[in-house]
Structures are given as structure tokens and as C-alpha cells.
């Protein structure tokens, strides 16, 4: 038997943005969060933005099952032409019984309040409603979900909102701030959250990859010397137990 194909949603003008944001969720949901251990779309972070588009569209043509990473694209592919809800990407490293795991959701700003859409195993690790009143809200909210699985949040990285043009040849900023949140008290992680949020609210941040050079982002090596493992991007969402 064909399994049936969830109808991609549509926005209508009678939807508040709330009501549009819970169908794409609802959508991703229906698409289910992929258990097989295999990732049907490869998915690059250094790529620009009209090909990460493009595996967006196969992903609504395919219908199969997805992880963290492919429903950040497809958020924000179906969220285009939106101009008042912006997304940026929130990437999460925490630390379970001797093993890191890699997370990343898609985060919404729009008329002042934050929330989330994404995918996880876990209900409470994905979207969250347009209520949070600042960005720290929502990320110490998150914190509190992963508290209740026994994981320790270890870094918080938060990328730049994401242009609307879909045919954009720039890439997705994925980690323009990068809290250490272990080592930091919240009153810190909240000041630092806080002035990144007003910064990008103001427009004045340009991506890291403006300082660094090309040549080093596009073959995805980390510009740190210190990480001698898999990059994050191929590691993410493997095991993510989130």
C-alpha cells in the first residue's frame, strides 16, 4: 500500500502567524522523525541557501522521514516569503553517560516573541510556542527539557536569521555566538543571549564567514585546531538522542 503524502501546507490569509507556524509543524510531524539510523537527504551547512532550497523541495516531494538538521531546512523553506517571522538556527551540544550528542532547531522570532519548530525524538526538544518574551527564555527553556533526559547542555550556538531569498547564493550562518553555557551562570548566558538578540534584531551582525577565509569554511574544517573528531555537521543528529 502507497503510503499517503501529507499535503504540504499552504499559508492562508485568515492564519495568524501562530496558527501557520503549528501547520508546518504539524506537517513535519506527519512526515515523522526519521528512527532508521540512515539520513535520506545529505545535507551540507557550507552550501548556499538556493541548494539547500532545492533538497527542500525533494524532502515535500519525497515525504520520507527526518531528523533535526533536515527540519531546520525545511522550516525555513516553508517559512519563506514570511518577512515578519525571521528563523535562525540554535545548535545544542550536551553531554549524556560519557557520550556528546548534537541537536539543532529552527528558531522563530516574530512581533516580539521567540519560539521554535524542529524535530527530535523527544517531544519537549523541538518546537515551541511564539511565547517567549527574549531569546534566553527560550534557549533556558530548552536547557529545562534536556534536564528532564539527564542531559547536560554543554554549548549554545546561535546562527543569524536567515535571508528570505530563497535563491540566495549565501550560506546559512550557523554559529555566529557560541556560549561555553557549562561554565557560565545564567545571569552571564542571559546578558550575552540578550545583547546577541538585540544586535540581530537591530540588523547590525554580519556572518562570521565575512572574517574568515573561504577556502577553510567550504570544505567544512573547523577553524579551531583543537577538534580532531568528525565534523559537527556529519556527527549531528546521528546521535542525537534528543
Known amino acids: 500500500v502507497q503510503p499517503s503524502v501529507p499535503p504540504v501546507p499552504n499559508y492562508k490569509l ?10 508546518i ?6 512526515l515523522q522523525y526519521n528512527h532508521t539510523g540512515t539520513q535520506f537527504f545529505e545535507i551540507r551547512k557550507t552550501r ?6 532545492e533538497t527542500a523541495k525533494e524532502m515535500t516531494r519525497e515525504s520520507l522521514p527526518i531528523k533535526c538538521l533536515e527540519a531546520v531546512i525545511l522550516g525555513i523553506y516553508l517559512t519563506n516569503g514570511q518577512p515578519s517571522v525571521e528563523r535562525f538556527p540554535i545548535s545544542f551540544k550536551t553531554h549524556f553517560s560519557g557520550n556528546y550528542f548534537h541537536h539543532v532547531v529552527l528558531g522563530i522570532y516574530c512581533n516580539g516573541r ?8 523527544r517531544s519537549d526538544l523541538m518546537d515551541k510556542p511564539l511565547t517567549y518574551r527574549t531569546l534566553s527564555d527560550l534557549i533556558f527553556e530548552f536547557e529545562d527539557s ?31 555566538l557560541v556560549l561555553n553555557v ?19 534584531r537591530m540588523k547590525i551582525l554580519k556572518p562570521s564567514s565575512a572574517h574568515s577565509p573561504m577556502k577553510e569554511r567550504s570544505r567544512g574544517k573547523s577553524l579551531s585546531p583543537r577538534r ?8 549531528a543528529c546521528r546521535r542525537d538522542k534528543s
Open 114 to 121: 521567540y519560539g521554535s519548530l524542529g524535530m527530535s525524538r
Open 182 to 200: 557549562s561554565k557560565m551562570m545564567r545571569t552571564e548566558v542571559r546578558k550575552e543571549l540578550e545583547k546577541f538578540a538585540r544586535d540581530m
Open 146 to 176: 534536556y534536564k528532564k533526559y539527564l542531559h547536560s547542555v554543554k554549548k549554545v550556538k546561535i546562527g543569524l536569521y536567515v535571508p528570505h531569498e530563497p535563491h540566495s547564493f549565501q550560506p546559512i550562518e550557523w554559529k555566529q
Open 228 to 235: 580532531r573528531q568528525a565534523s559537527p555537521q556529519r556527527r
Open 14 to 23: 485568515s492564519m495568524s502567524i501562530p496558527e501557520w507556524l503549528q501547520a
Open 25 to 30: 509543524q504539524t506537517y513535519m510531524k506527519m
Open 48 to 53: 548556499p541557501l538556493s541548494g539547500l532550497m
